[in-house]
């Protein structure tokens, strides 16, 4: 048995024999509580990997909510965590490109049923997203990249930014912003954050051009003071209603990435503005080389604390209360 940081229904109280739990059950969506469950079975086409290091991610809230329990059905007790880096333990029937005892880094899909997760002991994780870790990376540093740099990839992507142009970064001092601001700033973008005045300094350092700060008016109306033509594009990555997002800051016929259900289609269609909704796809096509960029020093990877597993909880509060000025990792083991 394996100590996991999980979310139990009331059913299980009926099923200890099963789940070998020596905690107190909750309903979904009540605090994750630290228990016992035994060590994943490998299965074709997945590793299990003995988790050093585990990355925190507003995606846990989330689940642990039970936001997201109308579109995915869970499987209780659910493991929180999706990201993770460690030392391979063993490997499934198809698995040629990692093998045991290698440190390797990667993440646990959204993709129903919600049951597994990275908060544990051991972690067994898709095959397709794992990625021996670079020499030049320390176990905590990859296990918060999986999730948050995929998503700024997609997003830095979907809108296409050529040099020259200018690309507002909405919500820029949170996990996946830093990564965006630095990934548009190395394709000679210039890049537009938004942020508190504390957060300044750190998002100049990643290759902002200019700090809006969020909190003293309007986003847009900050913004076309300085670029008065509108920017090029936006890469939206917070508010879920559609008066959150500056689009007015966005030229007509500019491109818009958000990670939010706002914008819609039509929302931006109605704007004169082309793009949508992205979802991170941190499969080893993605997180390789972005972790290789990490190991040479040419991409930053903002780690705000490190817990202990016990203080997993801890941590997700912060997440929650939004007081984390970059990623927080939670440590396993030696």
Excluded at 152 to 159: E, G
Aim: no cysteine.
């Amino acid at each position: 048995m394996a100590d996991v940081l999980d979310i139990r229904s009331p059913a299980t109280d009926h099923q200890k024999d099963n789940s070998h739990a020596r905690t107190a059950f909750l309903e979904a969506g009540g605090q994750p509580v630290l228990g016992d469950l035994p060590t994943p079975e490998v299965v074709p086409g997945h590793v299990l990997i003995k988790v050093r290091a585990a990355g925190l991610n507003p995606l846990d809230n989330v689940i642990a909510a039970g936001f997201m329990a109308e579109r995915f059905p869970h499987h209780y007790p659910l493991v929180l965590g999706r990201d993770a880096a460690g030392v391979v333990e063993a490997v499934g029937a198809g698995v040629d490109h990692v093998e045991p005892g290698q440190e390797a880094f990667g993440n646990v899909p959204l993709a129903p049923p919600i049951q597994v997760g990275t908060l544990a002991e051991y972690a067994l994780l898709p095959a397709e997203t794992v990625v021996v870790k670079p020499a030049g990376l320390d176990f905590a540093t990859a296990a918060v990249m999986p999730l948050a740099a995929a998503a700024a990839s997609a997003a830095v992507d979907l809108v296409e930014p050529q040099p020259g142009q200018v690309v507002l970064v909405n919500g820029a001092s949170g996990g996946v912003g830093r990564y965006a601001v630095q990934l548009l700033a190395a394709r000679s973008v210039t890049v537009v954050a938004t942020g508190t005045s504390d957060d300044a300094e750190r998002l100049s350092e990643l290759g902002a051009t200019t700090v809006v700060n969020f909190a003293v008016g309007p986003v847009a109306d900050q913004v076309l003071a300085v670029h008065p033509d509108g920017v090029d594009a936006l890469v939206n990555l917070v508010g879920f209603a559609l008066a959150d997002v500056p689009l007015e800051a966005v030229r007509k016929g500019g491109r818009v990435a958000t990670t939010t259900p706002a914008p819609d289609a039509d929302a931006l269609a109605g704007a004169g503005l082309a793009g949508g909704m992205v979802f991170a796809q941190p499969v080893r096509e993605t997180a390789e080389p972005l972790a290789e960029l990490a190991a040479a020093g040419l991409l930053s990877v903002d780690v705000h604390s490190v817990l202990p597993l016990e203080r997993a909880a801890e941590g997700l509060g912060v997440l929650a209360a939004g007081r984390a000025r970059g990623k927080i990792v939670v440590t396993l083991g030696d």
